[in-house]
Structures are given as C-alpha cells and as structure tokens.
C-alpha cells in the first residue's frame, strides 16, 4: 500500500441553506478544496460523493453534483452508510490512491437534510436500524436510542444530566469561534439543563441540529503530495468496523462496540496509543455519545467519561482537544458531510492553520476523527499526522 496524504479541504458554511441546491452546496466545498490543493477538476482522477440523500429531493445526488462540479466522466460511484457516510467516502477514495489505481482523488460529502419537517426526519432517523423488526413495532426516533445509551450509562456509572450539558458548553463554546458552524453561540449549563426534553434524559442543548451542509477532501499519493505542497497532513490509517442492525442484539448499551474495534484496528495500523491523540474530531451525535467516544476511542478507562469532561481533560490544551470545530453538537451535522468536515477540520489543526482560542497545542501532530454511522452500525476511524 503507498501512502496518503490530504492536499486539499474544503467546507462549506452548515446551517439551514434554502439558498443554495445540493450542487450549488457540494460545489462550495468542491471549490474551497480543489483551490487550497491548488489543482483543477482536470486533475481529479476519481471523485466519491457521500451522501444519505433520505432527506432530500435528488435520486442519483452523485451524477448532479459531480455533473455541477465539473466532474463529469470521474464518478462512478456513490456511497452510503448512515451519519458515516463521508467516512466512507474517505475511505473509497483512499483505497483507490493507496492501491496505486490513481494518484489523486476527490472525497466529496454533501447532506441537504432541510427538505422535509422535523418530524418526518425523525421518523426517517428512526429506520435507522432494522425497519421490521424494530421501527416497525415501537416506533422508536434517533434521540431515543441514544437515550437508551445515556439512561445505561447513568445508572451504571453514575453519568449524570450535568456531565452530558458539560459537553454541550464545551463545544458551543469552541462553534462559537467557528464561523462555518451552524450555531455560532455559547451556551450555559443551565441553559442547557432547562431546555425542552426531546427523549430524556435528552434535552434540545443535548442535540445535533438538522443541518444542511458539504465538505470535499483531495487525496494524493506520496509523490504528488510532495509535489502539491509543503505541508501535507497524512493518513497513517483508517480503522473500521460495523455491528448488528437491531439495537436490541448489541451487546450492551455503554458504549459502542463498532468504535472500540475500529480503534484498535486504527491504532495497531498506526502504530500508536491513545495518549498519543492531541486533538480529535469524535461523534457527538448527542451529548452522551461523546462521553462514551472518550471511553471506547481509549481516552479514559470505560466509565469515567463524564469525569474526563468534568476536570476539562476534552477541553483546549487538556489531554486531548476534542471538537475544537463545535462537534456535531454545534458546528452542526449534515449527514454525509460530517466525516469529512471532521478530516477539514484536523487538517487545519495539524497544519497550525486556526486562530488562538480554537487553535490545539501539538507536539507529536496526531490527531483523530471518529466517525458513527447509525447508532453504531458502522463505526471508523482515521489517524492523521503532519
Ligand atoms: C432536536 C430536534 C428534534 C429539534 O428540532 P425542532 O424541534 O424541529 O426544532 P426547530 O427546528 O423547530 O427549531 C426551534 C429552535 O431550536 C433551535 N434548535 C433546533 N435544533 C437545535 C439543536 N439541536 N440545538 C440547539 N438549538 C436547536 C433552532 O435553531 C430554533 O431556534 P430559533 O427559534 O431561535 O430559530 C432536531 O434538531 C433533531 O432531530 N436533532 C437530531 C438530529 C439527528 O438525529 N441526527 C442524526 C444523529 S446521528
């Protein structure tokens, strides 16, 4: 396998964007990451689009979009795999530079998920899982699975509403500072304690936001990587897994067994540990997600992570910088965008690129994206190093 390096990034503002179509959205990123590669579409040898596409109008969204970017005769191929969908895209695109089959490729994840109500996304995220056996009979929404996960968590450990609102701060705080996330504004613990319930214990400030938004990445073998710029941010490895499609066969509910073995499996390809990770991109669907990110990705030892969040370990210069772009929380989660926002974001972190306050100390330059698709049906995730 040859090594990778991203040359390129580039996203797009999230939020709720009725002014632009689905190309007009992809094409932002597109743009931002072609320029900052400093190539042109003639370049691109394989293009990847991501994207969910449940909540939205197009049925081949990867033919508009590659059509609109100028990417016509480069993408074959559209991939899927839930809130990992860009992940994917990664992956595919990856795959393809480190075999040697091309020497540059586009990743591109775009979501316009504002194209229905509410409700009728709720009921969308809600066949997450096994339609049949599952939605079909209780009727269950995304917030509630992970409910599940947070009411587990809580009476077992002792996890508590507090810890959870913590995160929520945490990464209002750093949205606050990032003029591409969709909420762009502090909140208060008790701010976040007095919002409405959406599934207890999950609150509204517990919550990634529907969001609409893109994020493309240009890929290059070790030699046009050299090439292309003096800084290039490599990917020492993607790790992956997947898990069972009903939530009640999983083998319990503190944690998530597809991150687990997808960190191990990135860890031993990189060859690091955990302690070595400064700054992280990880899943914080909801509040409860993140703190059992820091157990599962090894962070903490499993059931300490509302105490890791307690003492600031997640914050800015704590043990590892996590979500410094606002996380899914409040940077926002357009679905097949997501993972490669979190690979735009290190990017700019590894390369010393963010302003002071949302800028991570680094010393080794490893940083991680933690990437969960469904509610830990798919699980990947990508080491990176300057
Ligand atoms: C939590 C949720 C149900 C709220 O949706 P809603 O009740 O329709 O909220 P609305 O869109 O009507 O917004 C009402 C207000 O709350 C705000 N808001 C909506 N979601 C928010 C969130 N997650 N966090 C903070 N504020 C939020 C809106 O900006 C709006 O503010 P305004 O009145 O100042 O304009 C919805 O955001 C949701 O389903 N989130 C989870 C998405 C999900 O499951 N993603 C997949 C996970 S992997």
Redesign the pocket.
């Known amino acids: 396998m040859r090594k990778v390096a991203v040359v390129g990034v580039g996203q797009s503002v999230f939020g709720v964007r009725n002014d632009v179509t689905l190309q007009e959205l992809a094409w932002e990123a597109v743009k931002e990451a072609l320029e900052d590669a400093g190539i042109s579409q003639k370049d691109v040898e394989l293009s990847v689009v991501g994207t969910v596409g449940t909540r939205g109008y197009e049925l081949m969204p990867s033919v508009v979009v590659n059509e609109y970017c100028g990417l016509v005769g480069k993408g074959p191929v559209r991939v899927e795999a ?2 990992a969908t860009g992940s994917a895209a990664l992956w595919t695109a990856y795959t393809a530079v480190a075999s040697g089959q091309v020497d540059v490729a586009l990743a591109i994840g775009v979501e316009k998920m504002n194209e229905v ?2 409700a009728t ?2 009921a969308v ?1 809600g066949r997450a899982g096994n339609y049949l056996w599952e939605f079909h009979f209780y009727g269950t ?3 509630a699975y992970y409910a599940f996960y947070a009411t587990a968590h809580m009476a077992k450990f002792g996890t508590t509403e507090e810890h959870m609102a913590m995160v929520a701060v945490k990464n209002h705080k750093y949205a606050a500072r990032n003029p591409k996330a969709h ?1 762009q504004y502090e909140v208060t613990i008790e701010e976040v304690l007095t ?2 319930p ?1 599934a207890w214990p999950i609150k ?2 517990d ?4 969001s609409d938004g893109a994020a493309a990445v240009v890929l290059a073998s070790d030699e046009v990587a050299r090439r292309l710029t003096d800084t290039p941010v490599w990917i020492k490895a993607i790790g992956y897994s997947s898990d069972t499609s009903n939530f009640t066969r999983r083998l319990d509910y503190l944690g998530l067994r597809a991150t687990r073995q997808a960190a191990e499996m990135a860890y031993k390809i990189a060859k690091i540990s955990p302690g070595d990770v400064e700054v992280a991109e990880v ?1 914080d ?2 509040t409860i997600a993140e703190i059992m990110a820091y157990e599962d990705l090894g962070f903490v030892e499993k059931g300490k992570g509302g105490l890791f969040i307690a003492e600031g370990q997640s914050e800015l210069g704590g043990k590892v910088s996590v979500n410094l772009s606002g996380g ?3 940077k926002g ?1 357009p ?1 097949g965008a997501t993972g490669l926002a979190m690979i735009y974001e290190l990017t700019k972190q590894l390369r010393e690129e963010r302003e002071r306050g949302r800028q991570a100390p680094l010393r080794k330059y490893i940083g991680l994206a933690h990437n ?1 698709g ?1 509610t830990g049906h798919y699980a990947y995730v990508t080491v990176l190093t300057r």
Not at 207 to 210: A, G, K, N, V
Request: overall charge positive; proline content about 7%; glycine content about 6%.
């Open positions: 839930a809130c109500d509410t996304s709720l995220g929404t995304f917030p909420f919002s409405r959406i509204l400030l919550s990634s936001p529907i899943h669907c909801f899914l929380k409040a989660h679905l969960v469904g």
